[in-house]
């Protein structure tokens, strides 16, 4: 069995005060997670445009 003897403790010590520090520490592509968002958007308005579309009434 493998032992691990390296009982150093690594702590992320930088200051985060803000969401965009927390974004910017973190290793998030923020230009995948824009892509997403805006595929989300897209849909959303489709079935809210679908859906608030009045139906043709037969008079």
């Known amino acids: ?3 691990n003897d390296d ?3 690594q702590a992320d010590l930088r200051k985060k005060s803000s ?3 927390e974004i910017i520490f973190s290793d998030y ?3 995948s997670c824009m ?3 805006l ?3 897209a849909l959303l ?3 809210v445009s679908v859906v608030a579309a009045q139906t043709p ?3």
């Open 7 to 9: 009982t150093n403790l």
């Open 35 to 37: 892509v997403m968002l």
């Open 1 to 3: 069995m493998l032992w």
């Open 39 to 41: 595929v989300i958007t």
């Open 29 to 31: 592509d923020v230009q």
């Open 45 to 47: 308005l489709s079935v």
């Open 57 to 59: 009434s037969i008079i």
């Open 19 to 21: 969401i965009k520090d």
